[in-house]
């Protein structure tokens, strides 16, 4: 299943969520990752994950919202594209 990133959020410790959701907004995929880590090991606009590693989203604003973002994304970027 094809997943593009909707989210990156950066918290105090350092470390960066990231979220990726299907452009359906149906099913999301989260990561947690340190800042130095991702120097490392770029963020790609997209990542395959098989359905079994995502999550539904339950949420109905979450779900519009991603996917209008991965929409975007899909539109606008390459899977591999670094973002």
Same mark, same amino acid.
């Given at each position: 299943?094809?997943?593009?990133l909707v989210s990156r959020e950066y918290d105090t410790r350092?470390?960066?969520?990231?979220?990726?959701a299907s452009v359906d907004g149906e099913r999301s995929y989260t990561r947690q990752a340190s800042i130095e880590l991702l120097?490392?090991? $770029? &963020?790609?606009?997209?990542?395959? =994950?098989?359905?079994?590693?995502? %999550? $539904? &989203?339950?949420d109905a604003d979450a =779900?519009?919202?991603y996917?209008? %973002?991965?929409e975007r994304m899909a539109a606008d970027h390459d899977?591999?594209?670094?973002i």
């Open positions: 299943m094809r997943l593009w350092q470390t960066v969520t990231l979220t990726y120097q490392r090991s $770029p &963020v790609t606009a997209a990542v395959d =994950r098989e359905e079994t590693d995502t %999550e $539904p &989203v339950e =779900r519009a919202r996917a209008e %973002e991965a899977p591999d594209d670094e």
